[in-house]
């Protein structure tokens, strides 16, 4: 279906202008225009956004979407803001790594999969937003359970955490126990 310049102005605004991701259901509400349209419009800018001389794209979150700036155009942002791109220590890596796959998790937990505190580093990570308090585990004193955001999926460029490369887990066997 051919669409208007205004309706495909009015979706980059409001996926501009939006402080969170939205749905297809919320765009179809204000735009007053069906959900199969929204569908084909958000293609039609995701091909605008595809060439090469554009420093934008569209971005998906969990089927909500909003307008996001190419990878390459970081060192460009960065220069702006003045914030030096912040690489992540190991430790941190591999905190962030167990939250994104074990979550909702503890933070005793996290220590026992690594087997040293973690602290730091999920105050570290929770400062730089890629994960956060997600409630509390049943149990005595009721620990924090912490899980990802969606800075997170931003960070990494994943739609879901679905998307999450699929671990291969390998048992060790020692050299005492039978096999």
Do not use: W
Not at 63 to 87: D, F, H, N, S, V
Not at 126 to 146: F, M, N, S, T, W
């Amino acid at each position: 279906m051919l669409f208007s310049d205004g309706e495909i102005a009015a979706l980059e605004a409001l996926l501009f202008v939006a402080k969170e991701p939205l749905s297809i259901q919320k765009l179809a509400e204000i735009l007053e225009i069906s959900r199969e349209n929204v569908t084909e419009l958000l293609q039609s800018l995701q091909e605008r956004y595809e060439s090469a001389d554009c420093g934008l794209t569209l971005v998906e979150l969990d089927k909500r979407y909003r307008l996001g700036t190419k990878p390459e155009m970081a060192p460009y942002i960065e220069t702006l803001y003045k914030q030096p791109y912040q690489i992540l220590s190991n430790a941190a890596l591999e905190v962030l790594s167990i939250v994104a796959y074990r979550q909702p998790i503890t933070r005793g937990e996290i220590d026992f999969i690594r087997g040293v505190q973690s602290d730091r580093s999920l105050a570290t990570l929770a400062e730089k937003g890629l994960v956060q308090e997600i409630g509390r585990k049943d149990g005595p004193g009721r620990p924090i359970l912490y899980g990802t955001t969606e800075e997170f999926l931003l960070h990494f460029n994943l739609k879901s955490l679905a998307e999450l490369p699929k671990l291969e887990i390998t048992q060790v066997i020692e050299d005492d126990e039978p096999v």
